[in-house]
């Protein structure tokens, strides 16, 4: 049995687009509005889109379902293994009774929150996103700042909103090679567009940082420790995109930038030291000014160098492990000798995409790959094994916490399996297309649309790889036709992508995960809404500039 994807199922692309559109309003209704539970509203949302795909797509049953089980499974496996390992190794280091010597070892830093979401959300979840990708970075940073004594709803939309510069080079530079893969175009040119843009983002997120979380006048007091971040990655970013390709970006720009601030801090010391309103508000280092809050800080406890390393071993292990993991291919090539590639049953083999997508009808694989060994999470299980004798756990503790962390994670993991199934319905249907194909009507306009599209790729499938496989191709085409530069369009999806990644569901879903505050899906989503729409209203005014006024900067 053969089925052949049709983008326009209604005769009319308004209304195909707008019934296209139907799903994801409803999911962010029940997420945003109706204030729904998070795994309830991915339930719900995958059924509208299997019940869309059927009764108006006309995609036979066998295939609809089996497209949804397979986004499920998918969900589990590799990306909900990522955040089981991710959270248990954060726990691991609570149950020892270590964490409180890594937040003092912070704290010896900066005792300034400010800075420490500088360091932590921005510059070491960079480097996470950079070597690992998926929901690394929000599942380790979210809960080392929650550890940290920031409010946890807090720390979660923090890390999100700082998982957005690295995006379009996470993984060492997937989304790129994948963006190349898929569109037939030159990999260095289009890193070294996406170089061109992403940089500007990466600048100003620092400052959106500090300023949401302490308004104009108390960011402007860390302002050379947030131009000092900002500039030292994005100047790196730009150099490694540009020059060396996309493998390096994210994990030299975010080493360079954790490096450059902690060195400016044994120089210079911020005024006040801030905390948040349930804590001493603003501590003084003078003693004038803040007398009252003065006193009530608190000395930071010094401890030996010994403990301070064997409390930061879990995580130093961490690096290791997932550097190692990605970045040696004997290694690699040894694990992926236990890889499993199953083809879907009733998928595979059955659905073909269609013009304009493709120029002529391509058969849409449905291959899943069960990478036991290669695979990160697994790469974070060792980083816990190891964990239990560097933090002299006993099995019994080791795997307590193991199962409490696994049912802290059932409801995170039912969301994720069942957005992955909407996601992956979504795009074998069809209407992921469509949706795309309504936004390339626009015309002459369409340069600052073409973010939007990668936008609402990554809102679909939670990751940047994915939207460029998805409309990396749709974009070339389009360019061609309204005769736009195509590596600009291209690498456009891929930068719009990084808006999104803040309010993809699966993202939310790992952020309340691993900041206990599964249950407050939507007003994540609604607290960060705002600041992705703001960052794709940037992305999309700098690829309309790039396309008709600075076209020097297109490679």
Not at 72 to 80: K, M, T
Not at 149 to 154: H, I, K, L, T, V
Request: aromatic share 12%.
């Amino acid at each position: 049995m053969h089925w052949v994807q049709n983008y326009n199922p209604l005769g009319n692309m308004i209304l195909s687009f707008i019934v296209a559109c139907v799903p994801i309003a409803f999911f962010v209704w029940a997420l945003a509005i109706k204030k729904m539970k998070g795994h309830w509203a991915g339930l719900l949302t995958v059924l509208i889109a299997v019940l869309e795909a059927v009764l108006i797509y006309r995609m036979p049953v066998v295939p609809a379902v089996s497209a949804t089980i397979y986004g499920a499974i998918q969900g589990l496996w590799p990306i909900g293994w990522i955040i089981v390992t991710a959270v248990f190794l954060y726990n691991l280091t609570v149950t020892s009774g270590h964490f409180d010597l890594i937040r003092d070892s912070i704290s010896s830093v900066t005792e300034d929150r400010r800075l420490q979401a500088l360091l932590i959300a921005f510059s070491f979840g960079a480097f996470l996103e950079g070597t690992a990708g998926f929901g690394t970075p929000v599942a380790i940073a979210g809960g080392l700042l929650a550890g940290l004594g920031f409010n946890p709803f807090f720390a979660a939309g923090l890390c999100l909103i700082a998982n957005t510069a690295p995006v379009a080079f996470g993984g060492v530079g997937i989304p790129i090679l994948t963006a190349a893969q898929v569109s037939g175009l030159d990999v260095h040119s289009i890193s070294q567009m996406v170089g061109r843009q992403v940089p500007f983002l990466s600048i100003f997120v620092p400052f959106w940082l500090v300023f949401i979380m302490a308004g104009w006048k108390r960011t402007i007091e860390v302002l050379p420790a947030i131009l000092v971040s900002g500039i030292s990655f994005a100047a790196v970013q730009y150099f490694t995109s540009n020059f060396m390709g996309p493998e390096l970006p994210d994990v030299a720009s975010s080493i360079i930038s954790l490096v450059a601030v902690t060195l400016l801090l044994r120089v210079w010391k911020p005024k006040t030291i801030f905390r948040f309103k349930d804590e001493p508000a603003v501590l003084s280092r003078s003693q004038g000014g803040f007398p009252e809050q003065a006193a009530a800080q608190e000395k930071v406890p010094k401890h030996p160098l010994g403990r301070v390393i064997q409390a930061w071993s879990p995580f130093i292990v961490l690096v290791l492990m997932i550097c190692l993991w990605g970045g040696s291919n004997w290694l690699k090539d040894l694990l992926d000798r236990a890889t499993v590639l199953a083809p879907v049953p009733g998928l595979n083999g059955v659905v073909f995409k269609a013009a304009p997508i493709v120029s002529q009808p391509v058969l849409y694989p449905a291959v899943y790959k069960f990478d036991s060994l290669a695979a990160t999470g697994t790469s974070i299980l060792v980083a816990c094994i190891l964990s239990k004798f560097l933090l002299q756990l006993t099995w019994n503790q080791w795997l307590t916490t193991l199962g409490k962390t696994l049912k802290s994670l059932i409801f995170p993991l039912v969301m994720i399996a069942s957005v992955l199934g909407f996601a992956y319905i979504d795009n074998y249907s069809g209407m992921s297309a469509t949706l795309g194909l309504g936004l390339a009507s626009t015309g002459a306009a369409f340069p600052f649309f073409a973010p939007v599209i990668g936008w609402l790729g990554v809102f679909l499938t939670g990751s940047d790889t994915s939207s460029n496989a998805l409309f990396s191709n749709l974009q070339k085409i389009t360019g061609h036709q309204l005769g736009v530069d195509q590596t600009l369009l291209v690498a456009a999806n891929s930068t719009g992508g990084v808006a999104a990644k803040m309010i993809s569901p699966q993202s939310i879903a790992v952020a309340t995960a691993a900041t206990g505050q599964v249950g407050k899906e939507g007003s994540l989503f609604l607290f960060t809404i705002k600041h992705s729409l703001f960052f794709l209203l940037i992305i999309g005014v700098i690829v309309l500039l790039q396309a008709y006024v600075l076209q020097w900067m297109i490679p």
